[in-house]
């Protein structure tokens, strides 16, 4: 009796029917570097160098307040247009080279810090208005959030992603709140998750791009409710960030303490 044919299913592809599904979209999708725009992959090795360039971010008016932030590479050039391919273009394959260059700026950010490595990193994504989410149809943050645990992971630092803060436009209220925080409350950008609850280990808050400084300063003063009293401060790793005052991170800046809040 003949059997009736294997169902085919996209949901269960393998590594071979995605490796041939990729072959495919390589026939029929012209495949160029979102940086320089030459045909090959995703970002080009050259393009993807530029963004293997930990340093400490320094935006132009430096808020006070402002977590120590390590960027990938700077915002300009070839990463530029990267970044906006994969945020405003649709390029979603690009989430593995800038989750990747991502999670080298949350390494360096997290090792910078004194003491004995950590148990487990959490990553912050910065979350993204209703509005930008509702226009993308995607959360291009978590998706870099996502490529960079699984590559922190791989290199034998544990990591995971932590939704700990939410998006609102509600004021609450001030009382036994510091200065930062009030800062950030009266701003009304972010507010900790339904059931955030104190942390053990470093959170960095984690983004595409830092410009002004202001929202991961208004960030990172929410978050700072979670950390544990005495630990290390809240963190922030950024793909790239506007150059200004770069600073690479060298090993005697590694071994030295990062400037505090
Ligand atoms: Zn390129």
């Not at 080009?44 to 307040?65: M, N, Q, T």
């Not at 400084?213 to 960030?219: F, I, K, P, S, V």
């Amino acid at each position: 009796m003949p059997r009736p044919p294997e169902r085919a299913s996209l949901g269960h592809a393998g590594p071979v029917a995605a490796s041939a599904w990729s072959a495919l979209a390589d026939l029929v999708l012209p495949r160029t570097c979102a940086g320089c725009g030459l045909p090959g992959p995703a970002l080009c090795r050259r393009c993807a160098a530029l963004l293997a360039r930990p340093h400490l971010a320094s935006p132009r008016r430096f808020p006070e307040g402002f977590p120590p932030t390590v960027a990938a590479g700077a915002y300009d050039g070839a990463v530029r247009p990267a970044v906006l391919a994969f945020k405003e273009r649709g390029r979603a394959e690009l989430a593995h080279p800038l989750g990747t260059a991502l999670a080298l700026a949350v390494a360096a950010v997290v090792t910078a810090v004194p003491g004995p490595p950590p148990r487990q990193v959490l990553l912050v994504p910065v979350p993204s208005s209703a509005a930008a989410l509702r226009e993308r149809g995607r959360d291009h943050v978590r998706e870099l959030a996502g490529q960079a645990v699984r590559e922190l992971c791989a290199a034998g630092l544990p990591a995971a992603q932590a939704r700990l803060l939410r998006r609102c436009g509600r004021v609450r209220d001030s009382a036994g709140l510091s200065a930062g925080q009030r800062r950030a409350n009266l701003a009304g950008t972010f507010a900790l998750a339904p059931g955030a609850g104190a942390v053990e280990g470093p959170l960095v808050l984690v983004d595409d791009v830092v410009t002004s400084g202001a929202t991961l300063t208004e960030a990172g003063s929410v978050l700072a409710a979670l950390a544990r009293p005495g630990g290390p401060p809240v963190l922030a790793a950024v793909v790239a960030a506007t150059p200004r005052q770069r600073r690479q991170v060298s090993a005697d800046r590694l071994s030295g303490p990062l400037p505090r809040d």
